[in-house]
């Protein structure tokens, strides 16, 4: 089961669990509205293959809506639409298009009263920019059917920060020129632009400098890869050396996994980017500022701007004593990973034994740290050699060959990284992986 709380705005969280957690799950997280639930086999194939994607959306994937494009070489996929999005109009001819666009979008559309036909729902009566700023507060997305300088006059005085403002898509009422206004990157407008024209037929008439160069978008690549950035990382100096064709250097760190570390060769793969072997060699060269791509964490110490990816390849295995305090597992857990100089941010999720999956402490530490809960059946642990871990107490209490460790090891599908460390009252392992195929452990809850 999952339960979808608040899907799209800004406080959205999702649980994941089984018919009987779940109600305990919702219950402790306190929701009482705005949530979808879901219930199927399906849920259980996205976590336990989560780089598995549907065909329909892929897009070497053609359909009669949807008709092959010769795709670019070496390019970041694009991410969907942004949504929810609105469609307003000003004109006549505008509102015809809007109606049509809200169709292919998904999308409200609102157009004046007096242009409103009898499937218009949404109106408005009076100025376009009063509506325009009604709708701001309440959308991801507002495409424009008007003039640029009726969208802007509307638009410059509700402008806070690129992270916060909504994407502003503005178009002729005959769809020729889509324009991305605001949100090109940090809001998928681009994207957006480039899917009406293709539409309307029209040309979406992109600005943002990466784009028109054919350069990765830096501060796209953590969301398209599913990877999280490392505190302090400077995005908009980066991109501005790269867009400015000045060098930078790479550094993939060859402990990821073999595919992870192609996918990041293949998405900032770019002329004015060149890779290092190791670390040091970042700050060996006059780079104009420096990418790495890794588990650990990593600083750079000579002043130039840097960023840091961290992909979620690390399963932090969790064992503890019955009744343990969540502040001592969460300590455990951060103490392990600060000895080992490993992120935080690359933990894909806390993993456990079917023994431990209603620990309270645990559930709560996932929540915490922003990861799922999975819990690995006991048959599964013990398919484990005894050899390939850690003696553990967990053979004599359990009969299994262990609990912290082992568990690392079948939900990772790769490399124990940290052996079982014991830190008070818990037991805890780091193993390296991007996930096992083989294995079909439970997520408990995501949030």
């Known amino acids: 089961m999952a339960v979808l709380y608040k899907v799209t705005w800004p406080d959205e969280r999702v649980l994941t669990g089984t018919l009987a957690t779940i109600a305990g799950q919702v219950r402790a997280a306190g929701m009482t509205r705005h949530a979808l639930i879901l219930v199927g086999p399906a849920l259980v194939a996205r976590h336990s293959a989560p780089t598995a994607r549907s065909h329909l959306y892929n897009p070497t994937h053609a359909h009669r809506f949807r008709p092959a494009r010769t795709a670019q070489p070496d390019q970041p996929e694009r991410r969907r639409v ?11 001819q505008g509102a015809q298009l809007a109606r049509r666009l809200a169709r292919t979008l998904g999308a409200d559309v609102r157009v004046p009263r007096p242009f409103a036909d009898s499937a218009d729902h949404l109106t408005y009566e009076g100025s376009v920019v009063a509506e325009i700023r009604r709708c701001w507060p309440r959308y991801s997305a507002l495409v424009l059917v008007m003039a640029t300088g009726i969208a802007v006059r509307a638009v410059a005085p509700l402008l806070r920060h690129k992270a916060e403002d909504p994407a502003v898509i503005c178009l002729d ?21 480039h899917h009406i024209a293709a539409f309307t037929g029209g040309v979406a008439a992109i600005t943002t400098a990466s784009d028109v160069q054919g350069r990765p978008a830096l501060d796209l690549v953590a969301g398209q890869m599913g990877w999280r950035l490392a505190p302090g990382s400077q995005l908009t100096a980066a991109m501005a050396a790269l867009v400015n064709g000045e060098p930078l250097g790479l550094f993939v760190d060859p402990l990821l996994p073999e595919r992870v570390r192609a996918h990041a060769v293949s998405c900032l793969d770019d002329p004015a980017i060149e890779r290092v072997a190791h670390e040091e060699e970042l700050v060996a060269k006059p780079w104009a500022a420096c990418v790495a791509v890794t588990p650990r964490r990593l600083v750079l110490t000579d002043g130039r701007p840097q960023v840091v990816y961290h992909p979620p390849v690390l399963w932090v295995g969790v064992g503890c004593r019955r009744g343990v305090a969540v502040d001592e597992v969460v300590g455990a857990v951060e103490h392990v990973l600060d000895r080992a100089g490993l992120a935080g941010e690359s933990v894909a999720a806390l993993v456990t034994a079917e023994a431990k999956q209603d620990e309270p402490a645990l559930l709560e530490a996932a929540s915490r740290l922003g990861v799922p809960l999975c819990v690995v059946p006991h048959r599964q642990l013990r398919r484990v050699p005894a050899d390939a871990v850690s003696p553990s107490a967990a053979r004599q209490h359990l009969g299994l060959p262990g609990v912290a460790e082992p568990a690392a090891l079948v939900a990772s599908g790769g490399n124990v ?5 014991r830190v008070g009252r818990c037991t805890v392992a780091v193993a390296i992986g991007e996930g096992s195929h083989e294995y079909e452990y439970r997520p408990t809850l995501v949030d």
């Open 82 to 92: 942004p949504t929810p999005s609105v469609v307003i109009a000003v004109t006549r």
């Open 417 to 421: 990284m940290v052996p079982k460390h």
């Open 173 to 193: 009422e005959a769809g020729q020129y889509v324009i991305p206004l605001l949100g090109g990157h940090a809001r998928n407008a681009n994207e957006l632009a």
